[in-house]
């Protein structure tokens, strides 16, 4: 079958059950299957068997994210391996990773915390675009924590933690602490979309009010950090206010929430004093 034809096939598969996206879901699996990149697609003659499609686009069905299926996803200006046991990287974050870069040129030798770190798209991101800086990606999922070192690969400017940020991590002084956290309330996990129960619920369960890893990183982190320095935390829906009073009131700080690009409240910058 060749790739125009395999993508309407697919295509067609995937809208007849009302499975969204469906057009650019049947792309990125012919592209997978045919070894090739998206923007391939028109330039190359190769052929890919339908039999090989069908249980991918099964798996789809049944509600499995396409990241997982393929294996990888783009975030920023990088490819991460992603699969079973790592969240997935939302376009969103990478605003938390413009912020972060931004926020750290303005230092000579910047020490930074990813926590929560999962796959390592934020901390590795920033990593690479500051060759400077010395960034600790902490993680606690030893499934997660497979990925991170495979997409940590190659950047030299990286150290990886495998703890619980409950814990001592025992790491040098920080300027700026990065995390994205689970934020989602405990009762919330029930009721997401059908795609995120793929994904691990140590990711995505953030307590009873969403809010336990701010608490953590708030009562834990912040003794190390650098006078002046910086928060920058990846919040859910609404959260906003909850996460800026929480720190005001803790610390003497400025906290700035940052909407997305989708209009809704998304990081809180925290600059300490």
């Excluded at 910047?110 to 920033?126: E, M, N």
């Excluded at 025992?170 to 309330?185: E, F, G, M, Q, R």
């Amino acid at each position: 079958m060749n790739l125009k034809n395999a993508i309407k096939f697919c295509s067609d598969y995937l809208s007849e059950r009302n499975i969204d996206e469906s057009d650019f879901k049947a792309l990125c699996l012919v592209c997978y299957e045919a070894k090739i990149k998206n923007s391939e697609i028109y330039s190359t003659d190769k052929e890919v068997d339908e039999n090989k499609l069908l249980p991918l686009l099964k798996r789809l069905e049944k509600g499995e994210p396409l990241q997982y299926i393929i294996g990888k996803w783009d975030f920023y200006e990088s490819e991460f391996f992603v699969g079973e046991g790592v969240l997935i990287p939302r376009p969103e974050t990478e605003e938390l990773v413009d912020i972060a870069i931004k926020a750290a040129k303005e230092l000579k030798a910047p020490v930074i915390y990813d926590l929560c770190a999962g796959s390592g798209c934020i901390g590795i991101s920033v990593a690479k675009k500051l060759p400077n800086a010395k960034v600790y990606c902490v993680e606690k999922s030893e499934k997660a924590f497979e990925y991170l070192k495979r997409n940590a690969e190659g950047v030299d400017n990286i150290t990886l933690v495998l703890s619980d940020i409950n814990d001592d991590l025992n790491l040098p002084t920080a300027d700026i602490i990065i995390s994205n956290p689970p934020y989602v309330k405990t009762e919330d996990i029930k009721s997401l979309e059908k795609e995120l129960f793929f994904e691990p619920v140590m990711a995505l369960d953030g307590g009873k009010d969403g809010l336990d890893f701010y608490r953590t990183i708030r009562d834990k982190h912040l003794q190390n950090l650098k006078k002046n320095g910086i928060v920058l935390l990846e919040i859910g829906n609404e959260q906003g206010k909850a996460v800026m009073e929480m720190f005001t009131d803790f610390c003497e700080c400025v906290v700035s929430i940052i909407d997305d690009m989708y209009g809704n409240e998304r990081i809180a910058f925290i600059e300490t004093r």
